[in-house]
């Protein structure tokens, strides 16, 4: 099961990583919030479709054609997390490396869209003091890691659940 999970992860991971980094380079001068971050999903869910094919795998050739949900889950999550961890080291790589203004321009983004909208001053200044919280965790690389990995993965955790419905079998 280790070895499913270990190369289902890391192919998982490697997609996903370069799709991020692809992404990344080409929107690196006009980054555009909205567009990159639907582009940045279909990309996650096009990586974890090897969550299914790792299940799959060991379902038909090393189980016998049999799976329960507990385990095809378990193994789900296992290449969930080997992919999530690459996927957050190649943020570390892009953020310092090729973004590192992007806290700013998020910040800016985001305060224009709401000003745009209509919003509040009491909305505004909440955004405001929210954004100044995250650049403060953004100076910080493990805190960055740490709130990359909560990008994909629900994405993961929800292609796991699917993959284990779809795939157990007594």
């Not at 974890?48 to 329960?68: A, E, L, P, T, W």
């Not at 190649?90 to 305060?111: C, E, G, H, Q, T």
């Not at 909208?117 to 100044?132: F, R, T």
Request: proline share 2%; hydrophobic share 50%.
């Amino acid at each position: 099961m280790r070895k499913i999970i270990t190369k289902y992860g890391l192919i998982s991971g490697i997609i996903s990583a370069v799709l991020l980094l692809i992404v990344s380079i080409l929107n690196k001068d006009k980054f555009n919030f909205d567009y990159s971050m639907a582009i940045g999903y279909a990309c996650m869910i096009a990586a974890m479709v090897f969550i299914y094919f790792g299940i799959k795998k060991y379902r038909d050739h090393f189980n016998g054609g049999k799976i329960s949900f507990k385990t095809a889950l378990l193994i789900g999550l296992g290449i969930t997390l080997i992919s999530c961890i690459l996927y957050s080291l190649m943020w570390l790589i892009v953020y310092y490396n090729l973004m590192p203004n992007f806290m700013d321009d998020y910040a800016k983004f985001s305060l224009q869209k709401m000003q745009n909208s209509g919003a509040s001053q009491i909305e505004i200044d909440k955004l405001i003091a929210s954004i100044n919280e995250m650049k403060e965790w953004y100076k910080n690389p493990i805190l960055v890691f740490l709130i990359t990995l909560m990008e994909p993965t629900p994405v993961g955790i929800v292609i796991s659940l699917v993959s284990a419905i779809i795939l157990k079998k007594k």
